[in-house]
């Protein structure tokens, strides 16, 4: 229990110590998806760690996202951020910056938009090729309103641990639902006209509905090839002051993480992960029914994806009949996915296996924010 929350009176009533981040997946031990190698040519959002996004727009850098071991000290993990191709001509609409999306209704306590909204300690730890002044901040997706703090990295390729204060929004609204209800970023790029000219130490409304996330003084991490952005140990809490990081087991990281996106990988040959049967003489469905409910219940609210394809079958009558595409797919309360394939020919009402015919194939399922 971190003494910070203990007054006169007691425990601080507004401060929890049962999943005090309100960030997840903060120390970046969660990574589904493996590397993902970003390019430039227009705005990009990819998903890299599990909760983590990289948006991307305008320029010419490139860089790879991973998951590291090259951590702080009390991590086993960080995220980092390779640049592959270095951008040193800053354009009107160049930005980049690493993001981290919070579900709405995850956000009810802090009470916007109404007197005496609460303000909450964003801490982290940083490992910048650059020295000076970097940017982080919120932003509000309801109200389109977005608060930037300036902190200094003082020793380029050394970690340090950084801390800053959000005051709670009286005018801002945070809706109930399951959207994106707050997004913590970390600005990465130098300061284009458009996109580098927030303003600090403020809510404020984007202009012409473009997210800031950045002030003018912002480095940019992306001026040498040889650059690598390293960050873990991500929280934010509610109070000024920032506590110890809540480490929590890696199974209820990754239970977290799976509400949002789920990848049943690593299926070798003739390995059977769905059951179901044939609806037509060329269509077959099979149904999974996944960890945890994802975020978005409605139908069709889950997306699907497969490493390939052609590398999967439905098996009927004993028989691996090869897949040519996806021909539907549903979400069922959030809790299970039908998975429809494509095949060459069946029979209707045949019981059927959907099965990889490949090593190391998978299948996303997404309900991201």
Known sequence: ?????????????????????LVQNGAMTVAQKGSLALGSGGTTTQIAVDRWKVAEGGGVSRF????????????????????????????????????????????QHLGYAAAGSLGTTLSFRVKSPKTGIHCVGLTQLDEERYYIR????????????????FPGDDAGTITNDTGEGLRVFFALHGAGANQGNGVA????????SVIKYMT???????DDAANNFFLSGVQLEVGAIATDFEHEPF??????CQRYFFRLNDLDSSMAFMSGQAISATRTRAVIHLPVTMRNTAYGGI????????????????????????????SAGGSAVYLDLTIASTTAGDSILHESDTANAYVDFSSEI
Not at 201 to 208: D, G, I, M, Q
């Open 150 to 165: 300036e902190y200094t990295v003082a020793s380029a390729n050394t970690w340090e641990t950084h801390s800053v204060y």
């Open 303 to 330: 997306t699907l994806a497969l490493s390939d394809a052609t590398h999967f079958s439905a098996r009927a009558v004993n028989v691996a009949k090869a897949a040519s595409g996806i021909a539907a797919q549903g």
């Open 64 to 107: 790879t996202v991973t998951q590291d071991t090259d951590s702080p000290t009390g991590f086993a993990n960080s995220i980092k951020i390779d640049c592959t191709t270095a951008d040193t001509s800053i354009a009107g609409a160049d930005f980049a910056a690493l993001q981290h999306g919070i579900e709405a209704q995850n956000l």
């Open 216 to 222: 003018a003084n912002q480095v940019n991490v992306f």
């Open 1 to 21: 229990m971190a003494v910070s929350t203990i007054s006169a009176t007691g425990l601080a009533s507004n401060v929890s110590q049962l999943g005090k981040n």
């Open 251 to 256: 199974s209820v990281t990754l239970a977290k």
């Open 201 to 208: 130490n403020a809510w404020t409304v984007w202009p012409s």
